[in-house]
């Protein structure tokens, strides 16, 4: 399987500039789509669903260019919308069923596929109560179902994890692990932990840009020996967040911990210490830090 992206852009209506020449290669595995609110990534999926074209750019699938066929992926595409909706009147079984009809599937296979489907996402025992009364999360493992249904080649997933509960989150990423063989999953989130156990390689966006594409480790090299802490005293902290980049500050007896990156070299305060980098903090770093340098230009 591949997916090849060349420059990329999208304007839409009123002038936003949502992607910025986006150019990305990608095979079999899956690939965690990582940015802040309103980077560009439903943008992105959504130009691979084949549901919107891009103003400028391409996109193969296989070589075929697909803004030109775009059929021929749709027969092997599964698509998860950010906002996905449900028919509110109908069971997981009768939905799955009616989807698995205009996609041209019926007959026994599709029944026991529909069935097994609705056991991996954990609602066999509701399969016949009416989606209304289902939770976000319950809904949200509906649309997990009907995205494998095809037993699609290509899988993109705008935010799957959304409004999942922990258990459900792991079910999930063994699902998706489970998904062997030639297959290429795109999954987007704003949360580095929901994608980071099982993307093989991440690419961040921000404000339409691509900042990187990589495998995590690779990712998280990028600010190993940079990341520390320190225990700041009340008074400290506004003008040290004025001066440092911190990731993240939490309420201590008599003061602050702060969480902060340091590539000067030189210690930013007397009780810094040097902590074991994440990647959260390469994330962080890769968003503040080229937004930064971007805004001087
Ligand atoms: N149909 C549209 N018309 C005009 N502007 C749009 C449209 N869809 C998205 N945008 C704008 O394009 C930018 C990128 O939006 P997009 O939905 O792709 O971001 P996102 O990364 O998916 O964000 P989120 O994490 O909030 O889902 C935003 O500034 C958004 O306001
Ligand atoms: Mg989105």
């Given amino acids: 399987m591949r997916l090849s992206i060349k420059n990329i852009s999208k304007e839409y209506a009123g002038g936003k500039l ?21 980077a560009g990534k439903s943008s992105l999926m ?21 803004l030109k066929n775009p059929n021929a992926l749709r027969r092997v595409l599964g698509y998860l919308p950010q906002d996905f909706g449900v028919y509110p009147n109908l069971s997981p079984q009768e939905f799955l069923t009616y989807l698995a009809a205009i996609k041209g599937m019926s007959g ?48 993109i997933m705008d935010e799957p994890t ?23 999953v795109i999954l987007s989130s704003h949360i580095v932990s929901d994608i980071e156990t099982i993307a093989s390689s991440i690419a961040i966006i921000n404000g339409g840009s691509l900042l990187q594409h990589n495998y995590p480790h690779e990712i998280l090299q990028g600010v190993e020996g940079k990341v520390y802490e320190a225990l700041l005293e009340e008074a400290e902290l506004k003008d040290f967040a004025s001066r440092q980049q911190i990731i993240h500050t939490m309420r201590r ?5 702060a969480r902060y990156l340091n590539a000067s070299g030189l210690p930013a305060h007397s009780t810094e210490t040097p902590v074991r980098a994440t990647l959260e903090d390469a994330y962080l ?11 001087y230009v």
């Fill in 18 to 38: 949502a992607l910025r020449n986006i150019s990305l290669e990608q095979q079999n595995g899956i690939l965690g789509l990582l940015g802040p609110n309103g």
């Fill in 46 to 66: 959504r130009i691979l669903a084949t549901i919107t074209q891009p103003t400028a750019g391409s996109v193969h699938w296989e070589g075929i260019d697909i």
């Fill in 108 to 155: 026994r296979a599709t029944r026991q596929r529909i069935e097994a489907l609705l056991e991996e996402v954990n609602l066999t025992e509701v399969r016949h109560q009416p989606i209304r009364t289902f939770s976000g999360g319950m809904r949200q493992r509906i649309g997990i179902a009907q995205v494998l249904l095809n037993d699609p080649r290509l899988i």
């Fill in 162 to 184: 959304v409004g999942l509960d922990p258990e459900e989150r792991v079910r999930f990423r063994n699902l998706l692990s489970q998904l062997s063989g030639e297959r290429l």
């Fill in 253 to 257: 007896q008599g003061g602050w911990m």
């Fill in 285 to 295: 770093w890769q968003v503040s830090h080229k937004a930064k340098a971007s805004a």
